[in-house]
């Protein structure tokens, strides 16, 4: 089951407040978005990853780049003011039907076998994500009064990476554009023009860098995989 994947790169990082892209900030010496590039970079299915960055940031990261070794970005894309522009953006530049992964550059946990399952599913479905069960209560509230309680068993929270055919993920993109439609995330362009999407159980470590404290969480991650490999070697 081979795919291409698209990495969006191309935000402020503004809620990290680090003074510049989250993606630059470095864990564990080596920078956000190079370890989210790696998982790709390791994974034989993976065939080719489309880079959406920001193009002030490019000689930057095509340095980075090289130094890590990354040798599947075949080709960078200039990313746009929302995410959603900066996932189009690299659509377009898609020469192979089949498989494309959307996956954000600020969520370096994800894992290869997460991503097969997610890849299979879409072959089969056409559309798949992957979610975990919430584990709070999720309450809408407004003026700070509560106005509902939404049923817990029903709920899911949802990450990257998000899977397509790349026939299907083009012309829900197409769709919201015309209409000028913005989604926080590819499924919801997928699910308005009435195709259904499958939902597979991910990780919770799947993480998104996206507030400061997340950096700390990271480090706790790492360190649980990092003593489970050598856990393992012993
Ligand atoms: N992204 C992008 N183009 C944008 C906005 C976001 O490619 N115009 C990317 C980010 O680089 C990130 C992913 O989409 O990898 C998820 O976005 P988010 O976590 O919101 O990151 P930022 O937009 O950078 O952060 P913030 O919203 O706090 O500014
Ligand atoms: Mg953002």
Redesign the pocket.
């Known amino acids: 089951m081979a795919y291409q994947v698209i ?10 407040g680090a003074g510049k ?3 630059l900030v470095h864990l564990h010496e080596i920078p956000v ?1 190079i370890h989210t590039l790696r998982v790709f970079e390791a994974d034989h299915a993976c065939s080719e990853i489309v880079l ?3 193009p002030q940031e490019e000689p930057e990261i095509k340095r980075l780049l090289k130094d890590y070794g990354i040798q599947k970005v075949h080709s960078l894309v200039a ?5 959603q ?3 189009y953006n690299a659509i377009k530049t898609l020469k192979n039907d089949g498989i494309v992964l959307v996956h ?4 370096p946990f994800i894992d290869i076998p997460i991503i097969h399952q997610l890849a299979e599913v879409a072959e089969r479905d056409g559309a798949a994500i992957v979610a975990v069960p919430v584990k709070d209560t999720i309450k809408k509230v407004q003026a700070r009064k509560v106005v509902t309680t939404i049923e817990r068993s029903s709920l899911w929270a949802i990450q990257t990476p998000q899977a397509f055919r790349v026939s299907l993920l083009l012309k829900a993109h197409k769709d919201a554009a015309e209409s000028g439609f913005i989604g926080t995330d590819d499924a919801s362009l997928i699910e308005r023009i009435g195709v259904p999407v499958t939902v597979v159980e991910g990780s919770y470590d799947n993480i ?4 400061p404290e997340d950096l700390f969480f990271a480090e706790a991650i790492m360190k649980k995989r990092n003593s489970a490999i050598k856990n393992k070697g012993e």
Do not use: C, W, Y
Not at 7 to 16: D, E, F, S, T, Y
């Open positions: 990495i969006p790169a191309a935000g402020q990082g503004k809620r990290m892209n989250k993606l978005f959406a960055v920001n990313g746009g003011t929302e995410r522009h900066s996932v954000d550059a600020a969520r998104k860098l996206t507030t």
